[in-house]
């Protein structure tokens, strides 16, 4: 059993062969948890997800999602349409999504400032916004008490702090989850892991250097991820259909980490197949 703990199968960029993609998935005994972005694409999670006994769904709004009128919002044609202005955050629901068993997690959710306002005062207030509705976020998966994905993106920092200030002893509950598709440094990771977290390692590694992270952080605090269609490993780059990434390709992932850490593939698939099921409750 090997883990994509982050896909989005639920994807415009599956739309013609989704079936086939899904059944490669089974085939090589790969369970996905497929994460929604929005409530539209956390609806065809729930869906995919109660057709597929290998595959699981997280509900989530990511902050690229949240209306506004302080940034004009990127589309994107792998993910489909969706409101030039974005959503109000609606969490009631949300929470009616999360009754699908095959719910296992809140996300993905966090904080992005990659496109931003370019004055100060607009910036401001964009930042509050997305932290505003992140903490919505967070309080939802307090009710329903669920791991929680975390994307952050030139954030760090923020995020952080919000999840340091929802932890035991200040709120009296302790968040679980993943920092999805970790970015940081060494000394972010550990703080990140020190806080009880998970990091998610996926083919970002082939673009930025997380060899120090990746030798550093014990193995059982690493989950194995593809955030398919996007993050393709340079390995697979030849068996992708338009370069396009898939759950499958997460076998790339395992190798690597096996590689920095100096493990075989089977322990790595071995102990972050258990660290996801421990997590996610599967």
Known sequence: MIFDTHS????????ADRN?????????????????????TSKNAIELAEK????????????????????????DDDEGAFAPLGEDFDAE???????????????EIGLDYYYRPKTKSRL???????????????DMTKELNLPVIIHVRMAFEDVYEI?????LPVTGYRLRGVIHCFTGNLEQAKKFVELGFYLGINGIIDKIDLIEVIKNIP??????????????????VALAKAGRNEPIFVKHI????AEIKNMSYEEVAQVTAESAKKLFKI
Request: hydrophobic share 40%; charged share 25%.
């Open 124 to 138: 401001e207030e964009f930042k509050n916004l997305q932290k505003k509705v992140f903490i919505q976020q967070l």
């Open 20 to 40: 086939d993609v899904i059944k490669r998935t089974l085939d090589e005994g790969v369970f996905c948890i497929d994460v929604g972005t929005k409530y539209e």
């Open 163 to 167: 999840l340091k200030n929802y932890q």
């Open 93 to 107: 629901k949300y929470k009616e999504l999360a009754q699908s068993k095959k719910v296992v997690a809140i996300g």
């Open 254 to 257: 395992i190798q690597r980490i």
């Open 52 to 75: 597929n006994e290998n595959i699981y769904a997280a509900i989530g709004m990511h902050p690229i999602h949240i209306k506004t009128d302080l940034i004009k919002l990127k589309m």
């Open 8 to 15: 989005h199968l639920n994807f415009k960029a599956y739309d």
């Open 219 to 236: 193995l059982e605090n690493l989950l194995t991820e593809t955030d398919c269609p996007y993050l393709t490993p340079l390995a697979a």
